[in-house]
């Protein structure tokens, strides 16, 4: 399974770890020989004056460059990502509450990023027939409408929300319950609840393209398990070269943070 905070590139100051050495930002317990262009700083005085002791005794101590080494660092990075949320209908369809979990997980990873990573970004959208940006603070009361699922629409918003960011690094999370089934042709919406609708569906997965030829992966967490609904994520994930997570309600929140934990050392 990939990594949702995977495969970072090196970029300004933040707080994910990457697998970039160099002239970083933390410290890490590996040492190497001193190079043209190391900052004084990153010396290891102890192992350096050891080294001078071993190569050329006690009596007349000497340290020269070649006795010299240093703490390798590592970068830290910064991410900017979109958060998308399903508020069509279907995510309190059949008695079933699925947009509660939703908005407790985005508060969540809201707050996470906040106290752990604040020099990351974090914009939340939320999408039915269409979609549209909402604030923070205003998550909690987030509400389902009588809406279709308008995928295109959220992940055009969210392409045009991390055009904007400077960060090397974006990404795009997620949560949904369904298939797309609505797209915007002009002023006029086009929809169709039954099946995979290839019109709708053609639409979602050049985007998904899009998306990987500018390098943003999008992790999908499905809030569902039917099969054709699996088969219709594989196949957005294939295209976009991203993640995939399958969830019940309870145990959305734990996948979530579970792997952000886990593996935000990795790289993209």
Known sequence: MDEIFGKLKKSK?????TFHTGQ???????????????????IAMTDSIRNAQINHGFKNFTLTEEDLEVVETEFKTQ?????????????ILYGEDRITPAKKVGMALAELIKRKYPKDTLDVIVFGDDAWPIELKDLPY?????????????LELAMDILRKKKNQNKQI????????TCIKQGIRYYKNSFGLDPKILNQTLNLARQLKKIKIPVTTFMIATD?????????????NSGNAYYSSLQGLG???????????RKNI
Not at 145 to 150: E, Q, R, V
Not at 254 to 264: G, I, T
Request: without cysteine.
């Open 142 to 154: 987030l509400q389902v409408g009588p809406f279709h699922t308008n995928t295109v629409a959220g």
């Open 254 to 264: 734990n996948l979530v943070f579970e792997d952000f934990k886990k593996n935000r």
């Open 13 to 17: 100051r933040g707080e994910h770890k």
């Open 24 to 42: 970083g930002d933390e410290q890490t317990s590996d040492r190497r020989p001193y190079m043209f262009g190391d900052s004084p700083e990153q």
């Open 227 to 239: 099969p054709y609904l699996k088969a219709f994520v594989r196949e957005f994930t294939q295209a």
């Open 79 to 91: 991410t900017s990502t979109v958060l998308m949320i399903d508020v069509s209908h279907s995510m």
């Open 173 to 180: 999370f997620m949560i949904t319950d369904g298939k797309p």
